[in-house]
């Protein structure tokens, strides 16, 4: 098996507290890919950081906090500046009382939702942070064609899914066939795809993605999507069919995704997941960054 150092990292996270360094830390070592893909730094630090990129804003910015911590510590320019800028995801827990985040938001006078993310988590250092901090990678990453969900959660009659470069979705249910006649001990009952890809109704097996929720909202905008998304996966998929091909590789030698599946990512009628590239990966015996290196290489050819 090949190994690479890690490239390029899609998005830089800043932890508000030592609660959040920690579970980032619990969250890398479930999910390994996150060093790959994420730059972390502690928010009280920065200023002293030789390792804080000098212009953190060419890079997705997302700053965590939890409710039931003390005040949030900003010193120096670049932390006030990097906190102005970013983007923010507030965790809560089972015992937070609203008063905590109604405190958080008059403290950091950040209050709408283009800008904040209020998420419930049981606890910090279980799979469930380290799933969405997966997920705020696919939905930031720039080819956005990996994942792209990062939370959902029904309000009334709506559904508010957050998504690509966090862009928040009002889904009136009524707009969502089969979602609208539900009772509602069922509608609630969805779990988050861990890539991000769909959202998943168990009892009616229903299953929705990001540009199903973006169609009921705008079609126009759904409709010049699907075009970039539709144009990307058959390029994609060529580009991988023709790697495969390269090192010979039969279809049926990918262990973790059958002929049909293969089949439907290489002529581009569905996109590869992360799961999906980490089997291509592992077949061609390369690490994921590595292997995704040999593809870029590829299409650029």
Not at 1 to 30: E, H, L
Not at 37 to 64: A, Q, T, Y
Request: charged share 25%.
């Amino acid at each position: 098996m090949k190994t690479v150092n890690a490239v390029g990292n899609t998005v830089a996270f800043y932890a508000a507290s030592p609660r959040i360094t920690q579970a980032y830390r619990i969250a890398a070592k479930i999910d390994k890919s996150l060093a790959r893909r994420v730059k972390m730094h502690e928010l009280e630090r920065i200023d002293s950081s030789h390792g804080v990129p000098k212009n953190p804003f060419s890079m997705g910015m997302v700053v965590f906090s939890h409710a039931d911590d003390g005040p949030i510590k900003i010193v120096g320019a670049r932390a006030e500046s990097v906190f102005a800028g970013a983007f923010h995801l507030l965790f809560t827990g089972p015992a937070t009382h609203p008063d905590r985040i109604a405190q958080w938001m008059r403290t950091t006078n950040i209050r709408s939702e283009d800008r904040l993310h209020v998420v419930k988590v049981d606890a910090s250092d279980t799979a469930q942070v380290a799933q969405l901090l997966g997920r705020v990678c696919s939905a930031l990453e720039t080819n956005g064609h990996r994942g792209g969900i990062i939370d959902a959660y029904i309000a009334g009659d709506e559904l508010l899914v957050r998504g690509p470069k966090y862009r928040m979705l009002h889904v009136p249910l009524a707009k969502i066939d089969a979602l609208n006649r539900l009772p509602d001990r069922t509608l609630l009952n969805f779990v988050i795809d861990p890539d991000g890809s769909f959202l998943h109704w168990p009892d009616p097996d229903v299953h929705l993605g990001w540009n199903q929720f973006l169609q009921a909202v705008d079609p126009a905008e759904f409709r010049k999507a699907q075009q970039r998304s539709d144009g990307f996966n058959k390029r994609y998929g060529k580009t991988i069919r023709t790697v495969r091909e390269a090192a010979g590789i039969p279809q049926s030698k990918i262990v973790g995704l059958t002929d049909r599946q293969l089949r439907r990512i290489e002529s581009g009628e569905c996109r590869a997941t992360t799961a999906a590239l980490a089997a291509l990966a592992q077949a061609h015996g390369f690490e994921t960054n590595l292997y995704l290196e040999q593809l870029a290489q590829a299409t650029a050819h």
